[in-house]
């Protein structure tokens, strides 16, 4: 044992040297790694892969002495939780595609754990099909293959040859060039010595055997503050979902295969997107694997790539986005709009800023529309606070949102296995939970409750702020919980959750099983948590005040909707039916929503004043309200641009408010109906909910009935214009507090 270990610090040696010899001697680069296979070609041979391990992506156990010899054989030595790991796959991908098994190339993954929740054969299934890794894995739990060989880096890679002897050592990410070289040259070498052969091997995929589902390992998830309706990272399907309170899917962005392509919602291409951030009338989305943010336009419905790395070269800070997992939004310094996206950039260990415009940041800095750049953290993977942003340091930051009153964003710091805070009004980095004293310590993980740094996390990858009660919530992955952190206290507690990997998500909060949640969001009121359950894939919505807990149901359209109103939308049990949440467009925090009318139904009977009348109904998106929320409905009527027909003023045109069903109370505020005699002055009313007691529908519609007498130029023709305005309402307890909305509808 201590000989092999004698010749593998050799091979290791070795392998730096040829390195640093190629890059000094370029021309002569493919003589020196020939010289050095005809070196180590029967120097060592490395051990049999112990017996009773468990496999992966093969039928049964493979054999280095039988069934890989002559391959070459690239061992890959990772973890599932690495972002170095997770940036070497796609090398790894390449380099199979260009060279299959029976050709003489075979890439097996030893799987490695750090943390101890990654030690399960099942969790790490899950991440081989959630990586879309093709080739064995095999689980060396007790790193008894990682010993063997010397390892002490993920990811670290081994190439052997034919004779399982021990050839070139690669440690980190960022290889991939030297990786191609190394194994075309070994290929080269043996094929001409006749050692290559050229037999298959038993592969058996697990993602051959995924069963289909509505979401696979979703990883992030938002609520919209203005609409309530929630934006889920559909990982796995590399796309993004936008659907409203009751699961109903309100769009669908995204084609649903890995690339990077721009476009309309049905032609845009996302590769694995995390982080979710609602801002105005967007939503932006990091795009993990394509190392980019895309902002998608809702009006427009199209996806657009607006930072990728290649923006504001010139600024030192400036290098390309590596594995963006999380964003948020926050103001800049002096601003009271959201003008900032904070990125959790995993890959680079660092807080970066997108700036949406000119702005003025800390330390009397300036950055000018499209800046991204590092505003925090020095790009060392370690868990270090300093009251200098650019000397702290963070490891693998996955999570991260913004408490707006006190300036402060909070960090799931993932490898470090804490919370970090990072004060937005000057850059200060503090501990909140978790994590060593050492700032060099990432192995100081378990599930621990407690305050501060006694307290204990596992891997957490995402946090939210809830204003109603000043909390920060933590999706404490590796844990399968979501915890609940004071962070003027630092006190840290479990909500939900009993610490066991499961299925299980109705009923009490204490009993409930996760499965490695990666992201969780608050309900516009406080009262509601959002949990992205990645590898259940599923969403959990979490009641704080019932301490409760159920699973989201998402539904799909069951049939297309009309032309007058495309958008992926669940049509609902009866037609015309938009569902409940829903709402294509929005606008910027602190003015109302304009609601534009979409279209209308052919021929509807009017209910109310005019029994009998024809009326055509023009739907809009709905919203959904908390019992007692109060909504203030503002009609704004318009007639073409251009055209040559007004308002008749002594004709009796007339506006009325239809409540249907008994949800709704006027309280007297004001009237229900009432004359239009210009479009300049419309009605605008205030309506409350019932309380819970005395709301008998859950499922309403605010109807407004209108009748129009229009004459064009000189008087030369009359004619009169009736129609319903229908704002469908669902009352639901995650619904909105106080709702403002104009209805805009374009009189033709």
């Not at 299959?100 to 190339?105: A, K």
């Not at 963006?324 to 900032?340: F, K, M, N, R």
């Not at 939210?464 to 006190?491: E, L, W």
């Amino acid at each position: 044992m201590e000989e092999m270990s004698l010749k593998m610090e050799a091979v290791v040696s070795a392998s730096f040297e040829l390195d640093m010899s190629c890059s000094e001697n370029v021309a002569r680069s493919d003589d020196l790694i020939h010289e050095h296979i005809c070196k180590f070609e029967r120097y060592l041979t490395v051990p049999e892969f112990p017996d009773g391990l468990e496999w992966m992506n093969t039928s049964r156990a493979l054999s280095l002495r039988e069934d890989l010899r002559g391959k070459i054989t690239v061992l890959d030595f990772w973890t599932y939780c690495c972002i170095n790991c997770m940036r070497t796959l796609p090398d790894l991908h390449e380099l199979e595609k260009f060279n299959s098994i029976e050709s003489g190339l075979v890439v097996i993954g030893i799987h490695s754990a750090k943390f101890d929740n990654e030690k399960d054969v099942e969790n790490i299934r899950n991440a081989v099909i959630r990586y879309n890794i093709i080739h064995p894995v095999l689980n060396d739990r007790d790193m008894i293959v990682w010993n063997q060989l010397l390892v002490q880096a993920w990811p670290t890679l081994v190439v052997l040859g034919p004779e399982n002897q021990a050839l070139f050592i690669l440690m980190g990410e960022g290889n991939k060039k030297k990786l191609f070289r190394y194994v075309k040259s070994a290929l080269t070498y043996f094929k001409d010595e006749k050692r290559i052969s050229h037999h298959s091997l038993p592969l058996r995929l697990l993602k051959d055997a995924v069963v289909e589902s509505p979401l696979l390992f979703p990883g992030k998830v938002a609520v919209d503050r203005s609409s309530g309706v929630i934006a889920i990272a559909d990982t796995g399907h590399n796309r993004v979902l936008v659907v409203n309170s009751s699961g109903e899917v309100v769009h669908c962005i995204g084609r649903g295969r890995r690339g990077l392509e721009d476009g309309s919602f049905e032609a845009a291409l996302f590769h694995a997107p995390q982080g979710v951030c609602w801002l105005a009338e967007f939503l932006y989305v990091a795009d993990t694997e394509n190392h980019c943010i895309r902002k998608i336009d809702f009006q427009s419905r199209t996806v657009d790539t607006i930072a990728d790395g290649d923006v504001d070269s010139r600024d030192r800070h400036v290098r390309p986005l590596k594995s963006p997992w999380d964003i948020s939004a926050t103001c800049s310094p002096g601003s009271s709009t959201e003008d900032v996206l904070l990125i959790a950039m995993a890959g680079a260990h660092q807080i970066w800023a997108l700036f949406l415009r000119d702005a003025k940041w800390w330390r009397n800095s300036s950055y000018g529309e499209g800046s991204c750049v590092s505003i925090a953290g020095s790009g060392a993977e370690e868990n270090r606070n300093n009251c200098y942003a650019n000397r702290a340091a963070f490891a693998q930051p996955s999570g991260v949102c913004v408490d707006g009153g006190r300036h402060l964003a909070y960090v799931a710091d993932s490898e470090s296995s804490s919370v970090r805070c990072l004060a937005l009004d000057g850059g200060a980095v503090t501990g909140v939970v978790g994590g060593a004293k050492d700032p060099c310590d990432l192995f100081a993980f378990d599930d621990i409750d407690a305050v501060g740094v006694n307290a204990r996390l596992q891997h957490p990858l995402g946090v939210a702020f809830n204003h109603a009660d000043n909390m920060v919530y933590v999706a404490d992955s590796y844990n399968h919980k979501i915890k609940r952190v004071d962070p003027d206290t630092k006190r840290c507690s479990t909500l939900a959750g009993n610490g066991s990997r499961g299925r299980g998500g109705a009923g009490d909060m204490a009993e409930a099983s996760f499965n490695e949640p990666g992201g969780v969001s608050v309900s516009p009121c406080g009262t509601h948590l959002y949990v992205a359950d990645t590898n259940n894939n599923a969403i959990k919505v979490i009641n704080l005040e019932e301490k409760s807990i159920k699973q989201l149901s998402i539904t799909f359209p069951k049939a297309a909707v009309s032309d007058s109103h495309k958008s992926d939308v669940a049509v609902g049990s009866r037609p015309g039916h938009v569902p409940p949440g829903s709402r294509p467009g929005r606008v910027p925090p602190g003015s109302r929503p304009e609601h534009v009318s979409p279209g209308s139904r052919p021929e509807h009977v009017s209910p109310g004043s005019h029994p009998g009348r024809i009326s055509p109904v023009h739907v809009f998106p709905s919203v959904a309200l908390t019992p007692g929320a109060k909504l203030t409905v503002e009609l704004d009527l318009r007639l073409p641009a251009g055209g040559m027909a007004q308002l008749t003023p002594d004709s009796p045109s007339t506006w009325q408010f239809l409540l249907r069903g008994s949800s709704f109370d006027s309280r007297g505020e004001e009237a229900l109906r009432g004359r239009l005699t210009s479009l300049h002055a419309m009605p605008r009313v205030t309506l409350h909910v019932a309380d819970v007691s005395s709301a008998s529908d859950t499922d309403v519609d605010v109807d407004v009935d209108c009748s129009l007498y229009l004459c064009e130029a000189q008087a030369t023709v009359c004619y009169m214009k009736s129609f319903v305005l229908r704002l469908p309402v669902v009352v639901t307890a995650d619904g909105l507090c106080d709702e403002e909305i104009k209805l805009t509808h374009v009189v033709s």
